[in-house]
């Protein structure tokens, strides 16, 4: 067993990469379900100020407040803690140090699955009821997602 002093100290302020997340599964899995953080916040007892928390990774999920939103969004809790990379992982306890500067994206913004575009573009799909059309929509994105190279310089 670790003595606290071995132990990182909390920085205010700055979430904890785990927790920065595990609030971006809830969103995602709360986005794709297409409720609001309103409508959350109700069904769990909460403000949607303190989802927004959770989301943000600003506040820690604690064990029963986890089960609870794993109850309530249909899910396993494993799934808050999916596709976590190793660099994630490994920041845990600690937290993240050197906050970009304003405008900077962090290593963990720029998962496209967290990107509101993408769950836009996900719930839209989805809305789609003729299974021909979603399958012929997903065979010219992916055509389209082989499109290789830059496009060609104007200047040339």
Known sequence: MRNKKSLPKRITGVPN???VHVGQRLRLRRTLLGLSQEKLGEALGLTFQQVQKYER????????????????LDIDIGYFFDEMTDEVSHRSP??????????????FQKDPMA???TLELVRAYYKIEETTVRKRLLDMAKTLGKVTGDPPDSTE
């Open 17 to 19: 990469a785990v927790d």
């Open 57 to 72: 990774g600003t506040n820690r999920i604690g064990a029963s407040r986890l089960y609870d939103l794993a109850r309530v």
């Open 115 to 117: 990107r509101r575009e």
């Open 94 to 107: 600690g937290q993240i140090r050197g906050m970009a500067e304003e405008g900077e994206e962090l290593p």
